[in-house]
Structures are given as C-alpha cells and as structure tokens.
C-alpha cells in the first residue's frame, strides 16, 4: 500500500477521535468553540456598575453624618456609616480620618463617654 494513503487515514482517524465537536441527532443549535475550555461560558456582566467607587472623606462628608455638630456619634458608629454607601471609604481609612491626631483633629472632639462631636 501507499504509505502517503496510509499517512492521510491516521490523519482523518485521529481528528475524528480527537475532535471537541460532537455530533448528535436531536441537538439542532450549531456548536460554539470552547477555546479548549470543557467550561460553559459566563455571562456578560456590566462589572463597572457592581464595584462601588470609593471617595476620600471630605469636611462636607463628615458635616453630613454629624448633621452639621447635632448628631454625636461613637468612633466605630461613624466608621460604618463611612463605609456603606454612599461613601464606601476602607475601614482603616475612616478610623485613621476620625483619630485625635489626624486631618480632621481640628473639627472633632471627644468627650469622657468616648462620643465625637462635629465643630465645623
């Protein structure tokens, strides 16, 4: 026998054993390529509107969640409420904005029970 026929049989053969496609008689939608990847495919997601966008905290974000000086909070209650929305600042960056030496040092105060007042 030729042994180039011999060559292209093997070809044809290891192909058809090989091949990612399989065929089968009641799937009528045509086949997509996987890449190599046996995972089905993820949805489309829009990712940008899920992660929240972090702002740095200002002297107006903290006259609003004091309400201008009215509203006395505790340390760790002013933290959370900096880290929720509409905010969404990092826990140790809202503890470190909020400590006695800090940026804002000049308009909080604490008083003996450990609550934070807002000067302005």
């Known amino acids: 026998m030729n042994p180039i026929l011999i060559l292209i049989g093997l070809c044809a053969l290891f192909s058809w054993a090989f091949s990612d ?12 390529p996987t890449g190599g ?5 993820l949805p489309e997601q829009d990712t940008a509107a899920e992660i929240p966008v972090r702002q740095p905290i200002t002297l107006e974000i903290l006259r609003e969640i004091f309400q201008d000086g009215a509203r006395p909070l505790r340390r760790r209650d002013a ?7 509409p905010y969404f600042v990092p826990k140790t960056n809202a503890y470190r904005a909020l400590a006695p030496s800090r940026r804002f040092a000049a308009h909080l105060r604490e008083d003996e029970q450990g609550w934070l007042h807002f000067l302005g």
């Open 21 to 32: 496609a399989k065929k089968s008689s009641d799937d009528t939608a045509p086949l997509e």
């Open 79 to 85: 933290v959370e409420i900096l880290k929720g929305a």
């Open 37 to 41: 990847n046996s995972e089905p495919a």
